[in-house]
């Protein structure tokens, strides 16, 4: 603990020394910080916090984790072409994925450090555009997790019975069986014995989210758990599976939730784009 | 390119030490495998060593691997019941029950596919994540414990030089990675081929008596009182020397992951099983997959009562009058239906006649693939009963 500490100093250090200069280093590149805030509804996210008038029964949930990992973080230019973010690496960020951390250990499962940001560089240049997918880079999301880097090596945002990663970890209360869950990740993967590795999966799950008026200098991407839920009866549950949604998509508890994300649930196209990130 | 003065330097220490460097190489690994079997797949960056599966047998019995250090993997999966726990669903450290009942880790080197049904799980070293960081159910209930994992690892007096010893290569050898590949180079070193059927195929011919040579007849394609050719159609599903189709092994180039739903249940048109156990479906969202599940090896099969996935048939009787019937139905209740009719339902399943000699006959054979051996062999024993 203390030594990410040091190292997250270290990193404040570093940017805003960075800062300091010219923008680009003579390379034609700069650097550059996408900031993310977890909200729920018109709240800020704080972890442990009871949120009220949730979902299709105006639920009210304690939300005790909400993380997720990002990646193919791309920045639209003046020419309306979208270029990638090479990523900084650091403890949140390795393999092509991010990890933006809301919550601060307020439960067992949890760690104290928080992430908000993905960090890394692009062309020289001004940007007004921002396109990710909330997942991980299929390569690393099916890798061996025990030796993978942080932030890839925590266990709590494994998903070992899916060979990969949970891509979206929300859950609620004191995570008993009774409490409402969302954990998102790739299902119906494949595995080779050959190789011990994944070859396909059936559902990949990685929420397409593109926001077309972003200024990276000024603005956030918010990830809004009111919007996530939007519709769904949070309240009630198909006998037999899990409390909320776990991913699986023999859950139909899964299908509002997917729905928000753009996502393809049982066969069924979603109706629309994703609600759950805009900009602020 | 760093570390090459250091590798010459460790290789000249070791040079230097003489006899004691032949001591301190790994030993190799010999397989006790009969020549009617393959050998089995192993993955390259884990080799068997004796060693490390002297290591995995400990951390296998080692109730450090849970949470609440109530459970390990040997409560779930006890030598006495062919590494079954005789339950219908097994019961995590937390008091959870898992919606499966667990399966025999005898012979599991040789799976295909892990657990029920599962496509994506190939690799032990990947499966042993699952019980111990998995979330839905809790197991032995690790997640985000693993730093608190790999503490009690190094201040356990004993653990630090079986690590060194099991990997030797490795600078700092207590990590999850290496507690996953001696569990899984343990597992792979559990082996069951000493049952009567074994000694029988080798050419003891008085290793079965009558009534086991009948039923392994009938088991194989033999034609029933009814004048039936290959009236049961046992080894269809449960071919091979594993007692399962669902095989893997080191010359293997195919894949053998096999999956099929054999009429538990069928609660509506769409041929669904009970919600949340529904088989491969529950994984792949595909109505075809429901109720899916890879047949079992039935080696040691008279010890892993009750059957199926969820433990809902008590006998090996009502498990042959189940597949007599071709399926069974749920006259009541929630799960209410007739799996005879189920959608899924693998086209060999269409029911039998048979009479109670050939119903014991079978029973007989299935009795004679208990390997006792495998129960008190001390190389797969619990180290910690002693203490």
Known sequence: MKRREIMLGALCVASVASLGCSDDGGDGTQEVTIRFAGVVGTEPFVCGETYDNLGADDSSLEISDFRFYVQSVELKNQSGDYVPVALTENDWQAEGATLIDFEDGCTDLGTEPMNTTVTGTVPTGSYEGIRFEMGVPFEANHDNPSTAPSPLNLTSMHWDWQGGFKFLRIDSGTLSPTDWRMHLGSTGCDGDQLSGGTTACSAPNRTEVELESFAPESDTVVADLAALVEGAALDENQSGTPVGCMGGPADSDCAPLFNNLGLPFAGNAPSGAQIFFSVD | MRNVPLILFLILLGAGCGSSDAASAPEEWVWDIPDTVPLPRIPEDNPMTPAKVELGRFLFYDKQLSANQTQSCGSCHQQELAFTDGLARAEGSTGE???????????????????????????????????????????LGMANMENELLRRMRDDPRYPPMFADAFPDEADPITVDSITKAIAAFQRSVLSFGSKVDRWQAGDRTALNESEQRGMALFFGGTNEAGVEDAFECFHCHGGFL???????????????FFMNNGLYNLDEDGSYPAGNQGLYDLTGDPADKGRFKPPSLRNVALTAPYMHDGSIQTLEEVLDHYARGGRLIESGPNAGDGMLNPNKNSLLNGFQITQQEKADLIAFLNALTDEDLLTNPAYSDPFAAE
């Open chain 2, 97 to 139: 029950l898992h919606p499966r009942s667990s399966m025999s880790i005898a012979n599991v080197a040789y799976a295909a596919s892990l657990t029920w049904a599962n496509e994506a799980l190939v690799r032990l070293e990947r499966q042993a994540l699952v019980p111990m960081f998995g979330e839905n159910p809790v197991e």
């Open chain 2, 243 to 257: 007692f399962s189709q669902s095989s893997d092994d080191e010359g293997q180039v195919f894949d053998q992951k």
